[in-house]
């Protein structure tokens, strides 16, 4: 008995570690961002479509505010969650997208989408992330074109833990990443900068 119960859940935890988001590379969780920096975004895709692994909690539901711009209402076409309000500025919007969420109606597997012109640009993580856990994403700024940039800029902080943490609160320190969107011939795209 206790070898199948093992087994299935490694099975559950494979399945749970594709279910949000492990990249093609191997690379999951918050190991993007101890490791340099490499685009993830291709300019001219698609949004991708969400994978809900189970159904929505009823009280969940009553949480879901409809989506009030053009990304965000790319995202629900997509079957995404739109949880919380939209950053928007210098014709740029930046949508929370859910592919579930925990008891407490926390967002799990969600990802920061980016639109500029009402085109998808990307996405601010390479995976996608569950609330209180490592890597997820806090603050997000967009600083357009001020300071002398030629492309608008975000810039977003992700919350790290500690081994020993409990789910309340990391202790670690923050990590920032700078964000450009560069405009191309097949549409506008998000590029992480390298860290100084």
């Known amino acids: 008995m206790g070898r199948w119960l093992g087994l299935v859940l490694l099975v559950a935890l494979a399945s749970a570690q ?3 988001g492990q990249s093609p590379d191997g ?11 490499v685009a993830w975004n291709v300019p001219g895709a698609s949004v991708p479509q ?4 189970m159904p929505r909690d009823p009280l969940c539901e009553r949480a879901v505010r409809a989506p009030e711009t053009a990304g ?3 995202l629900a076409q997509q079957g995404w969650t739109v949880d919380g309000p939209s950053h928007s500025a210098h014709d740029v919007d930046v949508v929370l997208g859910a592919s579930g969420e925990d008891g407490m109606c926390r967002p799990m ?5 980016v639109f500029a012109d009402g085109r998808y640009a990307g996405t601010l993580s390479p995976v ?14 967009l600083l357009g074109t001020e300071a002398g940039h030629l492309e608008p800029r975000i810039r977003a ?7 020993t943490d409990p789910l309340c609160c990391p202790s670690g320190p923050d990590t920032v ?12 795209v998000v590029v992480p900068l390298p860290r100084p």
Do not use: C, K
């Not at 969400?50 to 692994?53: P, Q, S, T, W």
């Not at 597997?109 to 989408?113: A, E, R």
């Not at 569950?130 to 997000?140: E, K, P, T």
């Not at 902080?157 to 081994?163: G, H, L, N």
């Open 157 to 163: 902080t992700f919350r790290r833990y500690a081994a």
């Open 72 to 74: 965000a209402r790319q």
């Open 27 to 37: 690379v999951h969780g918050a190991d993007w961002l101890d490791a340099p920096l």
């Open 177 to 188: 990443v700078e964000y450009a969107i560069a405009a191309g011939s097949d549409g506008p």
């Open 109 to 113: 597997g969600f990802n920061l989408f």
């Open 128 to 141: 996608l992330m569950d609330s209180r856990m490592d890597g997820v994403v806090g603050d997000i700024e």
């Open 18 to 20: 594709q279910a949000v």
């Open 50 to 53: 969400a994978r809900r692994e």
